[in-house]
C-alpha cells in the first residue's frame, strides 16, 4: 500500500524567509503532485514531476523529485503573506492511476 | 468553461437519510474521481471512473455508491448516511491520463450529518 508522508505538518514563517516542506513515499512512483490549497477552497494544481531529477519552479515556489529516494520537496523562497495555505503533495504509483495524498502542510507566513 | 461543478454546496442529512451528490464536467475529461477530505488528513480516494461505463473502488468506498451517468456526470450516493460520513466531499476529472496531466478539482460539498 502506497503511504505518503509530510513534514512539517504545521509551518509558521516569517515573511522573508526560506522553508522546505518534505514528501515522501513509500513506493516506486510515475508522478508526483504539489497542490495548493486555501481555506474553505478547492485545489489547485501547481506542480506536476515526472522524472528523477526533475525541477519546477513558479514565483517563489520550486519543486523537485529524488525518484530513488522517494523524495520531493517544495522549496520557499523569500516568503509573503499571499502563500499562506495548506500544500499537498499527491502520487501515483508505477503502473497506477490513482493519487495518494499526503496529510497537508498548513503553512503560515506573519508579516 | 465552468469547469468541474458540484451540488449542492452544503448539506445537512440527518442519520439514516440519503441523499446524491451531484458533478458534473465540461472538459470532455476521461476520468473522474470521487474524495472526502476530514480536518488533518489528505483526500482520501472514495470511488474513481477511469472512463465511461465503468467504476471501482478507492480506500474508502464503504457506505458509498457511484453511477457515471455519461461522460460528463459521475454523482456519488449515500443510502443511509452516518455522522463518520460528516467531511468535504470533492468530485475531480482527469483529461486523458497521459504523464503530464493533472485532475482539476470541484468546489466540493460541504456535509454535515447529525
Known amino acids: 500500500e502506497l503511504k505518503v508522508e509530510q513534514n512539517p505538518l504545521f509551518l509558521s514563517m516569517q515573511e522573508g524567509k526560506n522553508y522546505t516542506i518534505y514528501c515522501n513515499y513509500s513506493?516506486?512512483?510515475?508522478?508526483l503532485y504539489w497542490y495548493r490549497q486555501d481555506p474553505g477552497k478547492s485545489l489547485e494544481s501547481l506542480f506536476v514531476?515526472?522524472?528523477?531529477?526533475a525541477v519546477k519552479q513558479e514565483g517563489r515556489l520550486m519543486a523537485s523529485l529524488d525518484t530513488k529516494a522517494r523524495l520531493s520537496t517544495l522549496h520557499i523562497t523569500a516568503a509573503v503573506h499571499d502563500l499562506s495555505a495548506t500544500y499537498f503533495c499527491?502520487?501515483?504509483?508505477?503502473?497506477?492511476?490513482?493519487?495518494?495524498f499526503g496529510e497537508g502542510t498548513q503553512l503560515t507566513v506573519n508579516p | 468553461n465552468a469547469g468541474v461543478t458540484q451540488t449542492p454546496k452544503f448539506q445537512v442529512l440527518k442519520t439514516g437519510q440519503s441523499m446524491t451528490l451531484q458533478c458534473a464536467q465540461d472538459?470532455?475529461?476521461?476520468?473522474m474521481y470521487w474524495y472526502r477530505q476530514d480536518p488533518g488528513m489528505g483526500l482520501r480516494l472514495i470511488y474513481y471512473?477511469?472512463?465511461?461505463?465503468?467504476?471501482d473502488k478507492g480506500e474508502v468506498p464503504n457506505g458509498y455508491n457511484v453511477s457515471r451517468l455519461n461522460k460528463r456526470e459521475f454523482s456519488l450516493r449515500l443510502e443511509s448516511a452516518a455522522p463518520s460520513q460528516t467531511s468535504v466531499y470533492f468530485c475531480?476529472?482527469?483529461?486523458?491520463?497521459?504523464?503530464?496531466?493533472?485532475?482539476?478539482f470541484g468546489p466540493g460539498t460541504r456535509l454535515t450529518v447529525l
Open positions: 513506493t516506486t512512483s510515475d508522478r
Open positions: 471512473s477511469a472512463s465511461e461505463g465503468t467504476t
Open positions: 499527491a502520487v501515483v504509483e508505477t503502473s497506477g492511476s490513482r493519487l495518494t
Open positions: 475531480a476529472s482527469l483529461p486523458l491520463g497521459l504523464a503530464t496531466d493533472t485532475q482539476y
Open positions: 514531476l515526472l522524472s528523477n531529477g
Open positions: 472538459m470532455n475529461h476521461n476520468s
